[in-house]
T-cell receptor, first 114, second 113 residues
Framework: AQSVTQLDSQVPVFEEAPVELRCNYSSSVSVYLFWYVQYPNQGLQLLLKYLSGSTLVESINGFEAEFNKSQTSFHLRKPSVHISDTAEYFCAVGYGGSQGNLIFGKGTKLSVKP | DTGVSQDPRHKITKRGQNVTFRCDPISEHNRLYWYRQTLGQGPEFLTYFQNEAQLEKSRLLSDRFSAERPKGSFSTLEIQRTEQGDSAMYLC???????????FGQGTRLTVV
């Protein structure tokens, strides 16, 4: 069975510092990989995704993630965070060739402090 | 288009009562998904529809839960005889097709007292 592990439940960081949120998945078949962001009392917003092709994917607000097949990882990084990045971040695996049938990790709460 | 719409946003109910949630997907999206998110956890898949056909149901979907999408447009999720363990955020998502991006609604937060 497929699973997603987010190794850190909480990550506190100071503004303008770099951050890495870790995600590992287990799957014996090709998968789609996603990072979603959830602000308080809101739904999920897609941050970025890997479907195929270049293993480095980027979002419009400066986040990037790299698909590493050998390490079965899809870590999320940002070189300089802002207060507005404070949110919960979920890594997910899509199965069956679907971008909607998803298995999520438990989430990582990113707290950016001034 | 205003995106995926869920109603109500919040629901408080007494244990043992029945509740029904509604999800309106993005127009022309033929896939519709339901997820449940409990406190401190990531969303968990419940079920999904391709048009009006319910194609997959998670083992989390006990016999007290039923989902419908009668005309292939909006969907309802009903929970009968609610229990405190049903307290969660229920999320709906829709996509244009199997390989298309899924868009999530803002969710319905259920509190069973």
């Amino acid at each position: 069975a497929q699973s997603v592990t987010q190794l850190d439940s909480q990550v506190p960081v100071f503004e303008e510092a770099p951050v890495e949120l870790r995600c590992n998945y287990s799957s014996s078949v090709s998968v789609y990989l996603f990072w979603y962001v959830q602000y308080p009392n809101q739904g999920l917003q897609l941050l970025l995704k890997y479907l195929s092709g270049s293993t480095l994917v980027e979002s419009i607000n400066g986040f990037e993630a790299e698909f590493n097949k050998s390490q079965t990882s899809f870590h999320l990084r940002k070189p300089s965070v802002h207060i507005s990045d404070t949110a919960e971040y979920f890594c997910a695996v899509g199965y069956g060739g679907s971008q909607g049938n998803l298995i999520f990790g438990k989430g990582t709460k990113l707290s950016v402090k001034p | 288009d205003t995106g995926v719409s869920q109603d109500p946003r919040h629901k408080i109910t007494k244990r043992g009562q029945n509740v029904t949630f509604r999800c309106d997907p993005i127009s022309e999206h033929n896939r519709l998904y339901w997820y449940r998110q409990t406190l401190g956890q990531g969303p968990e898949f419940l079920t999904y529809f391709q048009n009006e056909a319910q194609l997959e149901k998670s083992r989390l979907l006990s016999d007290r839960f039923s989902a419908e999408r009668p005309k292939g447009s909006f969907s309802t999720l009903e929970i009968q005889r609610t229990e405190q363990g049903d307290s969660a955020m229920y999320l709906c998502a829709s996509s244009l097709g199997q390989g298309s991006e899924a868009f999530f609604g803002q969710g319905t937060r259920l509190t069973v007292v």
